[in-house]
C-alpha cells in the first residue's frame, strides 16, 4: 500500500519552461489537494479537488492549473515556470475532509 | 487567506523534557490538526480534533481544541530524540480548505 506518490523527486527548470507534477493515490479517497511549501510560510493551498471532475482554486493559485484525470490522480501544471514557484511542492489526499494524507513533495527548482 | 500563529518558532530541549506548542487564529476552525514533518519527507498526521474543548491524546502526545475554536494546543511529553522535526498545525475553515501554521522547529538534545 504505497498511499500517496508523487512524481517527480526534483526538477530544475529554466525560467519559462513548463512542466507537469504527478499525485497519485491508492486509498480510494475523494478528494485531492496541491499545497506548496516555503520557508518560513508553512503549507499553502494552491488547488483541490473535492471528488473526480471538480477543481477548486485555493490561496495561492495564479501561474498553476490542474487536472482530476481520474479519483486516483491529481496533477499540477506550471505553464510558464517562473523564480517565484521555486519551492517544494506537496500532493495530498482525503476521504473525510479532516485527516490529510501527504505524498512526498517534489522540490522544484527555477532558475 | 487565514493567518495561523504558531509558536514558538523553534526549541532546543533535553531529552526526557515536556514540550508545549500552540496555535492560534484569528477566525474560528471547525477541525484542529496536528502534524510532523521529517526533513525530506511529507507531513504525517498526528492528532485530530473535531470539537471544540475536546482533549485527545496519541501515546505521549495530547492535542486540545481550545474553546474559542480559535486555538490549539499540543504537547509532547518525556521527550525522545526521535521527536524531532517540524510540528506544524492546521485548521479546517470555510470551503473545507486547510490552513496551516508557520511550523516549530523540535530539536532534542540526548
Known amino acids: 500500500n504505497a498511499g500517496v506518490t508523487q512524481t517527480p523527486k526534483f526538477q530544475v527548470l529554466k525560467t519559462g519552461q513548463s512542466m507537469t507534477l504527478q499525485c497519485a493515490q491508492d486509498?480510494?479517497?475523494?478528494?485531492m489537494y496541491w499545497y506548496r511549501q516555503d520557508p518560513g510560510m508553512g503549507l499553502r493551498l494552491i488547488y483541490y479537488?473535492?471528488?473526480?471532475?471538480?477543481?477548486d482554486k485555493g490561496e495561492v493559485p495564479n501561474g498553476y492549473n490542474v487536472s482530476r484525470l481520474n479519483k486516483r490522480e491529481f496533477s499540477l501544471r506550471l505553464e510558464s515556470a517562473a523564480p517565484s514557484q521555486t519551492s517544494v511542492y506537496f500532493c495530498?489526499?482525503?476521504?473525510?475532509?479532516?485527516?490529510?494524507?501527504f505524498g512526498p513533495g517534489t522540490r522544484l527548482t527555477v532558475t | 487567506g487565514q493567518q495561523l500563529n504558531q509558536s514558538p518558532q523553534s526549541m532546543f530541549i533535553q531529552e526526557g523534557e515536556d514540550v508545549s506548542m500552540n496555535c492560534t487564529s484569528s477566525?474560528?476552525?471547525?477541525?484542529w490538526l496536528w502534524y510532523k514533518q521529517d526533513p525530506g519527507e511529507g507531513p504525517v498526521l498526528l492528532i485530530a480534533?473535531?470539537?471544540?474543548?475536546e482533549l485527545t491524546s496519541n501515546g505521549r502526545l495530547t492535542a486540545q481544541f481550545g474553546i474559542t475554536r480559535k486555538d490549539s494546543f499540543l504537547n509532547i511529553s518525556a521527550s525522545i530524540p526521535s521527536d524531532v522535526g517540524i510540528y506544524f498545525c492546521?485548521?479546517?475553515?470555510?470551503?473545507?480548505?486547510?490552513?496551516f501554521g508557520t511550523g516549530t522547529s523540535l530539536t532534542v538534545i540526548p
Open positions: 495530498a489526499s482525503t476521504e473525510s475532509w479532516f485527516e490529510q494524507y
Open positions: 486509498m480510494n479517497h475523494n478528494s
Open positions: 479537488s473535492a471528488s473526480e471532475g471538480t477543481t
Open positions: 477566525s474560528i476552525f471547525n477541525t
Open positions: 480534533l473535531y470539537k471544540a474543548g
Open positions: 492546521a485548521g479546517q475553515g470555510p470551503g473545507n480548505q486547510f490552513y
